[in-house]
């Protein structure tokens, strides 16, 4: 095992060092210049594919906890300057409580101006009429990842149409299908 990151270990892995032993195949996320990478040693070593920064869309009603919600938005945006995370609700106080949280953490967060360029390029907390009107959006949206956590979750999954990747409840955020279950994706669409 290398603790290693960057382009410069996707060189390295690529085509080995002193101290890295060339690789069949390189795996994994990463920001535009890995991928950058990934695509330059494809060829000459397997990739798993060319992944973008991430993309989440959380899709809540008034059952949410906003504490959580906050979280797993700002565990998206902390990836990379270009991520882009989405709240649509259509509960007023829920989206203030989430914005409120947000602020009052981000100073505190060691990946703060990643955070604050990804909030300010690509990410929103918007406020729809009803969850209709919510689903009609995420399904335009087609996110990598969507996040469902309302009050009746699972009766609303036939109703998605486009989404990499479906999380049903408040105990399901996106690092769990990103880090721990082993599920597969479709990556970022940009819409």
């Known amino acids: 095992l290398f603790k290693i990151g960057g382009p410069w270990a996707i060189g390295s892995l690529a085509y080995g060092t002193e101290t890295v032993p060339r690789v069949d195949k390189i795996v994994g996320p990463g920001n535009k210049y890995v991928t950058a990478a990934k695509l330059l040693v494809f060829g000459q070593v397997d990739i798993d594919s060319p992944a973008g920064p991430s993309e989440a869309l959380i899709l809540a009603d008034d059952t949410a906890e906003a504490r959580y919600l906050a979280v797993d938005f700002l565990s998206q945006v902390e990836h990379d300057p270009e991520a882009a995370a989405v709240l649509v609700t259509p509960d007023a106080d829920l989206a203030r409580a989430v914005v409120a949280i947000i602020k009052k953490e981000l100073p505190h967060l060691p990946r703060r101006e990643i955070i604050e360029a990804a909030l300010t390029k690509y990410s929103a907390v918007l406020l729809v009429s009803s969850l209709d009107e919510a689903l009609e959006f995420s399904n335009l949206y087609a996110p990598e990842h969507l996040q469902i956590v309302t009050r ?40």
């Open 152 to 191: 009746e979750p699972f009766a609303l999954l036939p109703r998605i149409k486009h989404a990499g990747s479906i999380f049903l409840g408040p105990y399901a955020p996106v690092p769990v299908g990103d880090y721990a279950s082993g599920t597969n994706h479709v990556l970022p669409t940009g819409g």
